[in-house]
């Protein structure tokens, strides 16, 4: 777990209250507007407001000539209602006279196509014209608000990647090429890093190369992922030139607001640089994982936080617009939704936004005053939440604890994405996601940290999906292990080095001591919806001697599995489900020993391949075996585990590290967290449940549990138990 001591995040309960309010964009509304919207903020409880984040065009009209008068007249009157402030620098989205003056600030994509004006993100981040407009509007009003009273932090443009992430002009060829200079030095040093005598790459210097642009067909994986960094390191410089803007006037804590797990930006390593770790949700209410959503993406942040509250920078007040079909928020969602955000870390709720826009590209993304106004659910819901955000300040700055881990690497996830591999279809963290939804839904409370973390202080660690091989991680790994942690490497990892290299002699490259086995070849299962298979009673089959005759089962979506350790056999048992059996998918193994053999090996053998589905060919072979280290043990999944297989293996892994849920035998639908002394129990479910055992005071209600207590469709219970 992280270090439990006293927070000293920026937004600790001395200086702040919980945040409750949203972005507000005045310069889309008359005075009247205006002044209903400062009272009805009041009747809704909102304390903060983000300002400023797409107001460019207002702030600097014309190249040079700032008008920051009607900013000043706004920040004024929020600060008399004792409304408190996060100023944006208002770069996400550069003016008109920008793209007009400046129309090689635009962003290319792959295919040379220069894109147009009337989005927004529309810009090219190696230009240098850009960069000075954004230094320069981030000096200018930080210089002239840095000591206004009603501002408390500063937002620096606005979900960086988001919609532009990579630029292919040619200025950005050059920075590439200056970027590649500085990394390799020398072009020979180059080549051999990315393998250029394949398929006759070679370059004789570095103003040979350009990027990854469309290709006949597929690019240099060590050229793409190269390419990645590089995008990464040219959006992470503008957020910190305009840091270094703010920096010269004022101390005040800076964010800028990160999107979960989004796949093109190294959050870890961009969370080194914010002061105020902030974060926008959407799940999608039709979406039966939501819930589940809410409470990765939470963790994630508490993760990058490293342990610390952290901030709900966005959510929708209702539906948004931007999905094909964009599902409203039901009755009690949107307050339940806000405290599991709560539950996970958050110590403040924000929304996007405050008036929803009667024009332009989000006029049906919702708003905490909504089209029908006061009239709406929507609007009843908002100010019920505010009101119940008041009663719960004590849950700010109190610390989640947890003994169980999951790591996860931005790199590896590019690195395994640009490989062209024998699975291909896999994107994001899906299967360190799948991890952390099996213990959560058996209410343990999980940290999702990175190779910089301290990993003795988990009992349970879980690798998944780790595709780049980092011998330093591995002895931070097994350092932990000797000491007692037990860990769970899941395949694929250790597949290639840093620069996409294959790692020879086995996959698991510098993990094959710690974990005692190599992977020889991997087994490739079909994804998606059902193969299509010819019936043999069809005409088209019915004289196709030889075709029906022959098996695929690498066309199988399933492998089976025969536990063989009486732990794990013991664990299926106690799950009471009818023929328990251990299955997995899409990927599967065909592991070696790294002993001589396996009769001299130390490896248990916990489970093997049973040859049904995919795995005819792999039948008898590993799948799931153990390595005990000093205390602890090493163990590897030779193939993505199903959810019954991955809740039997975390049950082991439980026993023998005595992690136990934060509460047993919770109903359907309820979710149990806990923050300091305060227990949180959500009801994502449609019935009303009822729970044992609860003791406390409920501060929501106020009323005192004496162990009953009932929980209402999609609500919440916050409970401060007496301290021990």
């Known amino acids: 777990m992280y270090p439990q001591e006293p927070s ?52 600097e009209p014309t190249e040079g000539r700032y008008d920051f008068e009607w900013m000043r007249s706004i920040l004024d009157r929020l600060h008399d209602e004792d409304i408190l402030v996060d100023l944006a620098t208002g770069t996400a989205s550069p003016p008109a006279w920008m793209a007009t003056h400046y129309p090689h600030t635009l962003p290319v994509d792959s295919r040379g196509v220069r894109l147009g004006f009337g989005s927004r993100q529309q810009y090219c981040p190696s230009s240098n014209v850009f960069r000075e407009r954004v230094r320069s509007l981030a000096h200018a009003i930080a210089k002239e608000f840095a000591d206004h009273p ?114 093109m930006l190294n959050y870890f390593r961009w969370a080194q640089h914010v002061d105020i770790i902030s974060h926008d949700s959407y799940p999608d209410p039709s979406d ?194 000797s000491q007692g942690t037990h860990l769970l490497v899941e395949g694929p990892c250790a597949i290639v080095n840093n620069h996409m290299k294959a790692i020879q002699g086995g996959y698991l490259g510098s993990m094959r001591e710690l974990l005692g086995v190599a992977v020889a070849d991997f087994v490739t299962l079909a994804s998606g919806s059902e193969p299509q298979q010819p019936s043999e009673s069809s005409r088209t089959n019915a004289f196709n001697r030889i075709t029906r005759g022959i098996s695929t089962p690498t066309g199988e979506r399933w492998v089976g599995l025969t536990p063989l350790g009486q732990s794990l056999q013991r664990s299926l048992d106690r799950m ?42 792999l039948a008898h072979a590993p799948a799931i075996t153990r390595n005990v280290l000093g205390t602890g043990a090493a163990w590897y999944s030779a193939c993505t585990l199903d959810s019954l297989s991955r809740h039997a293996l975390a049950a082991v892994l439980c026993a023998h590290t005595r992690v136990i849920p934060t509460i047993n035998g919770l109903p359907d639908g309820v979710e149990a967290q806990e923050r300091g002394q305060f227990l949180i129990l959500l009801n994502h479910a449609d019935s009303s449940v009822e729970l044992t055992g609860i003791t406390g005071e409920d501060i929501i209600s106020g009323n005192e549990c004496n162990g009953h207590v009932i929980l209402s469709p999609r609500s919440a219970m916050v409970i401060r138990r007496p301290l021990s």
């Not at 292919?168 to 250029?196: H, K, M, P, V």
């Open 150 to 263: 009603a501002v408390f932090m500063w937002h620096i443009s606005n979900e960086y990647g988001c919609h532009t992430f990579e630029c292919f002009c040619d200025s950005c060829a050059r920075q590439f090429r200056q970027w590649l200079t500085s990394r390799y030095r020398t072009i020979d040093a180059l080549n051999e890093t990315w393998g250029t005598n394949f398929w006759s790459q070679k370059y004789l210097s570095f103003d040979d190369i350009t990027p990854p642009r469309a290709m006949p067909t597929f690019h240099n994986p060590s050229q793409a992922l190269d390419w990645r960094r590089f995008n990464d390191d040219q959006l992470l410089s503008l957020y910190l030139s305009e840091k270094e803007e703010i920096r010269k006037f004022s101390k005040l804590p800076v964010t800028t607001n990160f999107m979960g797990d989004f796949p």
């Open 288 to 481: 039966p994982h939501a819930a589940h959503d809410i409470a990765w993406s939470g963790d994630l942040m508490r993760g990058l936080s490293r342990g610390k509250p952290w901030l709900l920078m966005e959510q929708a007040p209702n539906a948004v617009q931007w999905r094909t079909r964009n599902a409203p928020k039901r009755p009690g969602q949107f307050q339940l939704w806000s405290l599991a955000h709560m539950a996970h870390g958050a110590d403040g709720i924000l929304q996007f936004q405050i008036r929803q826009s009667v024009l332009g590209a989000e006029t049906f993304h919702s708003g905490m005053i909504p089209h029908a106004g006061k009239k709406s659910r929507t609007w009843n819901e908002v100010v019920s939440t505010g009101s119940l955000l008041r009663e719960l300040h004590e849950i700010k700055d109190q610390l989640s604890p947890a003994r169980v881990a999951i790591l996860i690497d931005w790199e590896s996830l590019w690195a395994r994405e640009v490989a062209l591999s024998t699975d291909n279809s896999t994107h994001g963290f899906t299967r360190a996601k799948a991890w952390h939804q099996t213990f959560w839904e058996a209410n343990i409370p999980v940290d999702i940290i990175d190779k910089n973390s301290d990993l003795t202080a988990y009992d349970i660690v879980i690798l998944a999906d780790h595709f780049i091989d980092d011998s330093q991680l591995t002895k931070t790994l097994t350092s932990a292990v």
């Open 8 to 59: 000293t995040s920026p937004l600790s309960p001395s200086s702040l209250p919980l945040l409750y309010g949203g972005d507000w964009n005045p310069e889309q509304w008359d005075e009247s507007t205006i002044n209903e919207d400062i009272a009805l903020m009041h009747e809704a409880g909102i304390n903060c407001v983000t300002l400023g984040v797409f107001s460019w065009a207002k702030l």
């Open 576 to 617: 009471g489900t009818p023929s328990p059996d251990l299955r997995g998918g899409d990927w599967a193994e065909e592991l070696i020993p790294w002993a001589s053999s396996w009769e001299d090996s130390t490896v248990d053998i916990v489970a093997t391949f049973d040859g049904r589905g995919g795995g005819k060919d």
